[in-house]
């Protein structure tokens, strides 16, 4: 027999076994879907959470403070070099800029008016940085070397804030590969003790199979093929129940519900998503099936 | 065999210092009370259970230290007969004996082709596409037996063949036995049906509280079984 035809005779054997018991198959799709469906919401609300703390970390610009003096017509060349260095955008601000924003802040208007003499504010450039060069270390790096240059008197940038905002984003990351195991490992467990109960009822074929001379492996494909069909179309169901859910959350029918995950301008990568759900359910089907057919083959 | 033992930890041997030689084209019967270790002799043969103690030599190769890959290369030699025949009901007759076909990778129009050929042998060849619940106790063994014979094997087991089957079935079944037997295979029956051995007069090997007793043949083993009372 060809590798094809061998193919063909397994293939054939997992979708007779699909069809000839459907509901032990049924109740092995449905606790792999919602699997899938826990794993595929914990992956939206972590993205969630990670790209709000992206946002609260691209508030937190580096802000440079010049020393006084500096020739006015060389100022937006200072800002472009900042720029450049910081790989990211620059916008040169006044001291009179400066002492507007801060009345503003302070709800001081008379601020403005008042005799302060010369505006003792100085001459500054506010950096934007791009997600990547956002974390800690890299912002306290970029702020040692443009403090130790000539022109400028000083860096702000919010450390500790910024510095707290990281380890929260690290822990989420953590968080959400512990749960992610934890949810892998609870449904492999489910997922071939499902499988035990399709299988239990083919033991009779199986040790059939191995009087006659089958190999471990003979015997096994069909059904490792059968956990993975059942890991796909699984996989197909929960994408399914997930867009549905963020359709109701963006219809906003559950908007007290989700808030996090339905607001406007988060967008849940789908692509990704479904390749990572047809993995995850491929691989549980198929651990699921190779755990779950071993104690029926010592025939 | 040489000096085979096979015990289960905790339990007394279920065979002690067996030692049996089988010529190849013998027609053997194996004999003994329920619980004498009849069965498990047999699945000394096919590996089903490994001897404690001994060798096992299957045309010349130890078989007692074959790797578990291995078995089911040598399996593949062997057809085994079961008294509970051991039928797939969800598959057809001609499907039940292709499936030792399916195993050995023969391809899907040969796999139809041998078996119903083998269907014709035992028979059956009209009952090729039916379920074999469908079928009486004596056809459904004549199924088992042609699934253990498509093959080829070069060794025929067959535990208690005829255990289910009134005498008019167990004759039929008995005459094919003979029939693969005279073909050149060998045939070891394990039965405890003392009228089978009497009316054939072949080789009887006798098995008491796991020891090999007896082995006659010819009138003497007609003989061994009018005396023993308890399976006479």
């Known amino acids: ?299 | 065999m040489f000096h085979v033992t096979k015990a289960y930890p905790g339990d007394p041997p279920v065979l002690v210092d067996i030692n049996l030689d089988i010529e190849k084209g013998e027609f053997v019967f194996l004999t003994g009370r329920s619980g004498a270790g009849k069965s498990t002799l047999l699945k000394l043969m096919f590996l089903a259970e490994r001897p404690t103690r001994g060798q096992v030599l299957i045309a010349g190769r130890n078989i007692a230290r074959l790797r578990d890959s291995g078995v089911p290369y040598l399996r593949r030699n062997i057809g085994v007969v079961f008294q509970d025949f051991k039928l797939l009901p969800n598959r057809t007759v001609a499907e039940n004996v292709g499936f030792t076909l399916d195993v050995i990778g023969t391809p899907r129009a040969e796999v139809r082709e041998k078996s119903v050929k083998m269907l014709r042998r035992v028979g059956l060849e009209h009952k090729a596409d039916v379920s074999p619940m469908r079928l009486s106790g004596g056809e459904q063994q004549r199924v088992s037996l042609a699934r253990a014979l498509v093959n080829d094997p070069a060794l025929l087991l067959a535990d208690e063949p005829t255990g289910n089957l009134d005498p008019a079935l167990t004759l039929e079944i008995m005459d094919l036995l003979f029939d693969v037997n005279a073909r050149g295979t060998t045939v070891v029956v394990a039965t405890h049906d003392a009228t089978l051995i009497e009316r054939y007069q072949k080789r009887t090997l006798r098995l008491e509280h796991g020891s090999m007793v007896a082995d006659e043949r010819g009138h003497k083993a007609a003989r061994l079984m009018s005396q023993s009372s308890p399976l006479a």
């Open chain 1, 1 to 299: 027999m060809s590798a094809t035809a061998k193919l063909q005779y397994f293939v054939r054997t997992a979708l007779g076994s699909l069809v000839r018991a459907p509901f032990v198959h049924l109740i092995a799709i449905a606790s792999l879907a919602l699997a899938l469906v826990g794993y595929g919401s914990a992956r939206i609300a972590q993205a969630r959470l990670v790209g709000m703390m992206k946002s609260f970390g691209g508030q937190a610009e580096l802000v440079v403070y010049l020393h006084d003096g500096q020739p006015p017509d060389k100022l937006d060349a200072l800002a472009q070099a900042l720029a450049e260095r910081a790989h990211g955008e620059a916008t040169l601000v006044s001291p009179r800029t400066a002492l507007q924003r801060l009345a503003a802040e302070l709800d001081e208007p008379a601020l403005l008016g008042a005799d302060l003499g010369d505006n003792p504010l100085p001459w500054s450039v506010e950096l934007k940085l791009p997600v990547g060069e956002r974390d800690p270390s890299r912002l306290k790096g970029l702020a040692d070397q443009v403090r130790a240059l000539p022109f400028v008197r000083g860096v702000d940038f919010g450390q500790e804030a910024v510095e707290a905002l990281a380890q929260i984003e690290q822990a989420l990351r953590l968080a959400g590969l512990f749960a992610f195991a934890l949810v892998f490992l609870t449904a492999v467990i489910v997922v071939s003790a499902t499988l035990q109960l399709a299988i239990f009822a083919r033991k009779d074929e199986i040790e059939i199979q191995k009087l006659v001379g089958a190999t471990d492996l003979f015997v096994r494909l069909p059904f490792l093929i059968e956990g993975m069909l059942q890991g796909a179309i699984a996989s197909v169901l929960a994408l399914g129940a997930l867009k549905l859910a963020g359709r109701a959350l963006a219809q906003g029918a559950l908007r007290n519900v989700g808030l996090l995950i339905a607001e406007p301008g988060f967008v849940v990568d789908w692509r990704r998503l479904a390749l990572e759900c047809l993995g995850i359910g491929l691989a549980l089907g198929l651990v699921g099936s190779f755990i779950a057919v071993r104690r029926f083959l010592k025939v």
